[in-house]
């Protein structure tokens, strides 16, 4: 019968080494949260542009990242894109943690896309009387969705925006295949260093299940105490 070794993670070097992981996760999650929204705010903008080719670069930002894996934006990141800058940045990156770069541009970049068609949803569900009187008060296009539109197609949106937070965390286990250390990579070298596949893969099951619970709850939360309203 499989015994379940709980000193393996709650004592010595593999705990620490899952715990890092596990903290490492969260700050990939945060950072590239904290990159994305605002880009996808941009392309959100771009893709409402008065100008056709505005809204062609915003169209084809979102369906070319859209349209690739993660895993393949993470490969390229990691494999390509350093070999395409000059030789003194490449050796400084090498320099640094470039594995944890690298997923953070992928997830930014591929986080960004989705989150965008959920904000221009939002801009769009807002009546378009209020573009209307905020142009005839003399704002340009800019002016009026930052001052009227926008403030109010974020707080219909934050609902989605919870929800592609939630496939941001799930998908920081992808960083595992360009060597980031994080929750998966770091419960696979626990297994590969003690043979035991249960325990540290608990643990990582444990710690997706427990965050992804955290953010659901957050969203649902938020959808009581703001339902989306128009004015």
């Known amino acids: 019968m499989l015994e379940f070794n709980y ?9 620490d080494m899952l715990v890092g992981g596990f903290v490492l996760s969260l700050q990939l999650t945060a950072v590239t949260l904290m990159l994305a929204v605002p880009l996808a705010i941009a392309v959100a903008l771009l893709r409402l542009a008065p100008m056709p080719a505005l809204r062609w670069l915003g169209f084809a930002y979102v369906e070319s990242i859209r349209n690739i894996p993660l895993l393949a934006h993470m490969l390229f990141w990691y494999f390509g894109a350093p070999e395409l800058l000059p030789e003194s940045l490449k050796e400084r990156l090498y320099a640094s943690n470039v ?3 690298s997923a953070i541009a992928a997830l930014t970049l591929y986080t960004a896309a989705y989150m965008a068609e959920d904000i221009r949803s939002g801009l ?5 009387v209020q573009m209307e009187a905020g142009r005839a008060l003399g704002f340009g296009f800019l002016a009026t969705m930052r001052l009227v539109i926008l403030p109010q197609a974020l707080r219909v949106t934050v609902p989605p925006l919870i929800s592609q937070t939630l496939n941001l965390w799930k998908n920081t286990s992808l960083a595992t295949v360009i060597g980031v250390a994080e929750l998966m990579y770091q419960a696979a070298q626990v297994e ?9 893969f ?3 099951t444990a710690g997706y299940l427990g965050v ?3 953010i659901t709850g957050l969203a649902a939360l938020y959808q009581r105490r703001y339902p989306a309203k128009f004015a």
């Open 7 to 15: 000193a393996l993670l709650l004592t010595g070097k593999y705990h």
């Open 202 to 204: 608990a643990f990582a």
């Open 192 to 200: 590969s260093a003690t043979f035991n596949a249960v325990e540290p």
């Open 99 to 101: 594995e944890a770069l």
């Open 124 to 128: 769009r569900a807002i009546p378009t």
């Open 212 to 214: 992804s619970l955290l």
